[in-house]
C-alpha cells in the first residue's frame, strides 16, 4: 500500500490537530488498524464543493431538500473503482470489513454487534453531543479558520433566529447544562462499572466503535474547550474519562 492509496478528509482547525468528533472517531480506528493513510484538510466551507467535485456522496438531506456533505469521508484507491465513503460509522465498518484483523478479538464491530453500537451512538448522540453547543458555541467558533468562522456564524445564526453569543449560557443555565451532560457521563460510568470492564476502554483493551465514539468526543472537548470542558470532563468519575484518554493517546497520531 502507497501513501495515497487511502485518502482521509478532515476539517482543519487553528490548532496543530483537528477537533471534530466525527473524524476523530474515524483517525482513532484508521490509527489502531496501522493503516497508512494520508490527510486531505477540507475547511467547512468547501466540505460541499470538494466531495461533489470528488464523487463522496451526501450523508443527509437539509430541510430544502439538497443533499447535505459532511467529513469525515474517505477515499480506498486499492479497489477498482476507489470507494468513496462518508458517515463516521459506515467509514469504520468499511475498513473493518476490508482490512480485517487476523485476531479477531481485535476488531472494532463485529456484525453482530452493529444494533448494540447504533443504540450506543443514539444514545450519545442525543444525551450528550446534542447537549453541547450551549456551553461550546464559541470554543468551537474560535478553533475555526478564520474563513471557517465566517460560514460556522452565518448558518448557525440563521438556524437558531440569534447571535452566536446570545446561543452560549451563562451562570446558573450554563451549570445546569453542565450537570445534564455530566449525568449522561455518570450512566456510563456506572454501566461500564456494572458491566465489570477491566481497564478503561468498553471492551477491554482492545478499542471497539463504541470506544471510536467516545473517544472522539473526548478529543473534541481536550482540543474545542481545554479551560472549561476538558477540565470538567476529566475531574468526572473520579478522573475516568483521563484515564480513558491516556489509554487513546497511542491512537492519537494526526498524519
Ligand atoms: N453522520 C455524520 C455526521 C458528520 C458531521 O456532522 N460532521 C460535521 C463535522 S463534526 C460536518 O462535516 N459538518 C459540516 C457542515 O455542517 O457543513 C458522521 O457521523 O460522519
Redesign the pocket.
Known amino acids: 500500500m502507497t501513501t495515497t492509496d487511502i485518502i482521509f478528509l478532515d476539517?482543519p482547525a487553528v490548532l496543530p490537530v483537528p477537533f471534530?468528533?466525527?473524524?476523530w472517531?474515524?483517525r482513532l480506528a484508521l490509527n489502531y488498524k496501522k493503516l497508512t493513510y494520508v490527510t486531505r484538510w477540507v475547511e467547512?466551507t468547501d466540505?460541499?464543493s470538494v466531495c461533489t467535485s470528488l464523487g463522496i456522496p451526501p450523508?443527509?438531506t437539509l430541510p430544502d431538500g439538497t443533499p447535505?456533505?459532511?467529513?469525515?469521508a474517505l477515499i480506498d484507491n486499492t479497489t477498482s473503482p476507489p470507494a468513496l465513503l462518508?458517515?463516521?460509522?459506515p467509514?469504520i465498518e468499511y475498513l473493518e470489513r476490508t482490512y480485517r484483523d487476523p485476531d479477531s478479538s481485535r476488531a472494532l464491530c463485529v456484525p453482530a454487534s452493529r444494533a448494540l453500537h447504533a443504540l450506543f451512538e443514539y444514545h450519545v448522540a442525543h444525551s450528550i453531543t446534542a447537549q453541547l453547543l450551549p456551553v461550546m458555541v464559541m470554543h468551537m467558533h474560535d478553533k475555526k479558520t478564520p474563513r471557517d468562522r465566517v460560514?460556522f456564524r452565518k448558518?448557525t445564526e440563521a438556524a437558531f433566529g440569534k447571535k452566536l453569543e446570545d446561543i452560549e449560557l451563562r451562570g446558573k443555565e450554563r451549570e445546569e447544562q453542565w450537570k445534564k451532560i455530566e449525568g449522561a457521563f455518570d450512566l456510563l460510568a456506572r454501566l461500564m462499572k456494572a458491566g465489570g470492564t477491566t481497564g478503561e476502554l468498553f471492551t477491554g483493551s482492545n478499542l471497539s466503535l463504541a470506544d471510536c465514539i467516545l473517544g472522539g468526543l473526548l478529543l473534541a472537548f481536550r482540543y474545542i474547550s481545554p479551560d472549561e470542558a476538558w477540565i470538567k470532563v476529566s475531574a468526572w468519575n473520579d478522573g475516568k474519562w483521563m484515564r480513558c484518554m491516556a489509554v487513546l493517546e497511542e491512537w492519537t497520531a494526526v498524519v
Request: no cysteine; hydrophobic share 25%; net charge positive.
Open positions: 476539517i471534530s468528533p466525527n473524524t472517531k474515524v467547512t466540505i460541499a450523508t443527509s447535505k456533505y459532511t467529513l469525515p462518508s458517515d463516521s460509522t467509514i460560514h448558518r
